[in-house]
């Protein structure tokens, strides 16, 4: 029988209806063969990190997997899952309507352009380290050797740059605030 690994992925959108992107991007994750999501972060909102000035704020959340596939094989069909929202990509951390992330495939190390995980740059990062802790606050990070929440425990915290939209978001039956989905340009 195949090992199943322990993954985390990060999800975020800030462009279009943003909580539909992310929504759809779970189920179909949660699809393939071979992959299957075992637990769901709280949604945050959060403030854009680097790009271009006045994009829109992004809603991200973190998920855990377990899967069968290789860390390459996953990742191209989180690929496929972005061009299908319509993922555009023109400028380096532009907008976009649904990028998927590959933080941690088991404890696989990468540094190619095509495959870099753990994702370089994950442990600097609020708007991952926050969702991931909701799930994996005791995963240790494959290369640094220390747990996600210590990690979190060290990266500054600006005012405003995080806040809570909903702990049960990610299905059609859950109740969130109509104003998540409004469309962002
Ligand atoms: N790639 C290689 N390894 C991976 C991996 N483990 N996961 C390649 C995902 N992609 C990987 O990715 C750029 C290239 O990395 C692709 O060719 C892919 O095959 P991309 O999805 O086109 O662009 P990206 O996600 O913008 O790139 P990057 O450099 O990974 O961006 P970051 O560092 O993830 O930053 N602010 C807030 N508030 N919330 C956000 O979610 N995201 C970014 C993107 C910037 N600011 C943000 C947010
Ligand atoms: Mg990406």
Known sequence: MTRS???????GSNLGDRLEHLRAG???????????????????????????EQ??????????????????????ELHRIEAERNRVR??????????????VHGDTVSDTAELRVPHPRQHERRFVLVPV?????????????????????EVASAEDDLILVAQQWHRDSDEVDSWLHCEIE
Do not use: F
């Open 90 to 103: 023109r400028i380096r951390w532009g907008p976009r309507t649904l990028d998927l992330d590959l933080l």
């Open 5 to 11: 690994i322990d993954c985390l992925i990060a999800v």
């Open 55 to 76: 994009q829109g704020p992004y809603l991200n959340a973190a998920l855990r997997v377990e899967t069968t596939r290789d860390a390459a094989g996953l990742l191209s």
């Open 133 to 153: 802790c909701d799930i994996a606050a005791d995963v240790k990070h494959p290369l640094i050797g220390r747990s996600m929440a210590s990690l979190l425990d």
């Open 26 to 52: 779970i189920a179909a994750i949660d699809a393939l063969h071979g992959v299957h999501v075992t637990d769901v972060s709280s949604l945050y909102e959060t403030a854009p990190v680097g790009g271009p």
